[in-house]
């Protein structure tokens, strides 16, 4: 019994012995594996990184680029300021036609319109006639003399491709009486182009501005048309005077002037910024005249990407006049935008030569214009069949 005991136990010994062998040789085989699949995939990844970044490093060096000229380009790219804004036009162009809209213009307008909405139709021009919440006079003696009241007007839009609107803000007070009387009166005529913009006299640039920039996202046209509500005008000798200088881009039409810079305070056009235009008595740069001026599609597409950075002037036609200098704007001196009232608008319609507006200089309108302007239009209007006749 004990050899067999101690015979057993050798046995057993040795088969434990090979047992624990083959589990040695097993562990370390699935330990070397285990090991290699976990080292694998991290050199894959680092790798697959590493290519990335010296691809990266390759695009720069083939543009020639340090990565902070990237950067630089790319605010170049995203700015609308000075960067080239002359530029964007025919980008914005391209965009007003395909959706009707600019996107930069500030509309705030009550009035919903079909161009409002996919391809927009093509306009001659858009006559803003600025006014003020205390014109009501004027505005119906505008009515009753040179523009086209009614289904009239609606035929002038349809058939000559002409807009015309009373241009006007809000009051201070947004909704207030003043407010509540102009939107009475448009629901009587319909004849408003209302702003995001609060009147005031000495916000007549802002104004200025805020209109091109909304009419240019509102109506796609040929010109944009700026004219006081003081003013007698012959709307078919306007267009066919425009027509003339339909295929310049940039053109800036108007009765073109240098009036003394203006330093004193409490005089009539001070301008507080007269130290920028060199030594007392100095005269401004050419701009047109207030009363009325006209200006390209570009330019009021230029005005409009640029409002936040165009600065203004005292005076509204002197801003505009600043806004295009140092720009390839041709100034056209046209001197039948400022025609005087009669005797010397009637003479020249005799002569043939009729004039576009006609005002007092005094005045810088007509004088009293809500009584004497029937008077201008009797004796120096073109006559209704003249607008009606005309092939723009």
């Given at each position: 019994?004990?050899?067999?005991?101690r015979?057993?136990?050798?046995?057993?010994?040795?088969?434990?012995?090979?047992?624990?062998?083959?589990?040695?040789?097993?562990s370390?085989?699935?330990?070397?594996?285990?090991?290699?699949?976990?080292?694998?995939?991290?050199?894959?990844?680092?790798?697959?990184?590493?290519?990335?970044?010296?691809?990266k490093?390759l695009?720069?060096?083939?543009?020639?680029?340090?990565?902070?000229?990237?950067?630089?380009?790319?605010?170049?790219?995203?700015?609308?300021?000075?960067?080239?804004?002359?530029?964007?036009?025919?980008?914005?162009?391209?965009?007003?036609?395909?959706?009707?809209?600019?996107?930069?213009?500030?509309?705030?307008?009550?009035?919903?319109?079909?161009?409002?909405?996919?391809?927009?139709?093509?306009?001659?021009?858009?006559?803003?006639?600025?006014?003020?919440?205390?014109?009501?006079?004027?505005?119906?003696?505008?009515?009753?003399?040179?523009?086209?009241q009614?289904?009239?007007?609606?035929?002038?839009?349809?058939?000559?491709?002409i807009?015309?609107?009373?241009v006007?803000?809000h009051?201070a007070?947004?909704?207030?009486?003043?407010?509540?009387?102009?939107?009475?009166?448009?629901?009587k005529?319909g004849?408003?182009?209302r702003?995001?913009?609060?009147e005031?006299?000495?916000?007549l640039?802002?104004k200025?501005?805020?209109?091109?920039?909304?009419?240019?996202?509102?109506?796609?046209?040929?010109?944009y048309?700026?004219?006081?509500?003081?003013?007698?005008?012959?709307?078919?000798?306007l267009?066919?005077?425009?027509?003339?200088?339909?295929?310049k881009?940039?053109?800036?039409?108007?009765?073109?002037?240098?009036g003394?810079v203006?330093?004193?305070?409490?005089?009539?056009?001070?301008?507080p910024?007269?130290?920028?235009?060199?030594?007392?008595?100095?005269?401004?740069?050419?701009?047109?005249?207030?009363?009325?001026?006209?200006?390209?599609?570009?330019?009021?597409t230029y005005?409009?990407?640029?409002?936040?950075?165009?600065?203004?002037?005292?005076?509204?036609?002197?801003?505009?006049?600043?806004?295009f200098?140092?720009?390839?704007?041709e100034?056209?001196?046209?001197?039948?935008?400022?025609c005087?009232?009669?005797p010397?608008?009637?003479?020249?319609?005799?002569?043939?030569?009729?004039?576009v507006?006609?005002?007092?200089?005094?005045?810088?309108?007509?004088?009293?214009?809500a009584?004497?302007?029937k008077?201008?239009?009797?004796?120096?209007?073109?006559?209704?069949?003249?607008?009606?006749?005309?092939?723009?």
């Open positions: 019994m004990t050899w067999k005991s015979g057993e136990q050798p046995s057993r010994s040795v088969v434990s012995q090979k047992w624990a062998l083959f589990l040695c040789l097993g370390f085989s699935a330990g070397m594996l285990f090991t290699n699949r976990m080292w694998t995939i991290p050199e894959a990844k680092g790798l697959e990184r590493t290519r990335a970044v010296e691809g490093k695009n720069l060096v083939s543009e020639g680029c340090h990565p902070r000229i990237l950067q630089e380009k790319e605010v170049k790219r995203d700015s609308k300021g000075f960067s080239g804004p002359l530029d964007d036009l025919a980008a914005a162009r391209a965009a007003q036609e395909s959706t009707g809209g600019d996107a930069h213009a500030p509309v705030s307008q009550d009035v919903k319109t079909p161009e409002s909405y996919g391809k927009r139709r093509r306009y001659l021009m858009v006559v803003g006639i600025n006014t003020a919440f205390s014109s009501r006079k004027r505005r119906d003696s505008v009515r009753a003399t040179w523009m086209p009614g289904e009239k007007r609606k035929k002038l839009e349809e058939e000559k491709g807009i015309i609107r009373f006007i803000g009051g007070t947004s909704g207030g009486i003043l407010d509540r009387a102009i939107e009475a009166e448009d629901r005529h004849d408003f182009l702003l995001d913009h609060v005031g006299y000495l916000e640039s802002a200025t501005k805020t209109y091109f920039a909304t009419a240019v996202n509102l109506w796609d046209a040929d010109f048309i700026k004219v006081d509500d003081d003013v007698h005008v012959n709307i078919a000798t267009g066919q005077t425009l027509v003339r200088h339909r295929s881009p940039l053109v800036y039409i108007g009765c073109m002037k240098s003394p203006l330093s004193q305070k409490g005089v009539r056009y001070h301008e910024e007269y130290w920028k235009f060199g030594e007392a008595g100095n005269k401004y740069f050419r701009h047109a005249t207030g009363q009325l001026y006209a200006i390209s599609k570009d330019l009021a005005i409009s990407l640029n409002q936040q950075v165009l600065h203004k002037y005292a005076n509204e036609d002197v801003s505009l006049g600043a806004w200098i140092g720009l390839d704007v100034h056209i001196d046209d001197r039948r935008l400022c005087g009232t009669p010397d608008c009637e003479w020249k319609a005799q002569a043939g030569n009729a004039c507006a006609s005002f007092d200089w005094s005045c810088s309108g007509i004088c009293r214009s009584e004497r302007i008077e201008v239009h009797r004796r120096c209007g073109e006559g209704e069949n003249a607008l009606w006749r005309a092939s723009f």
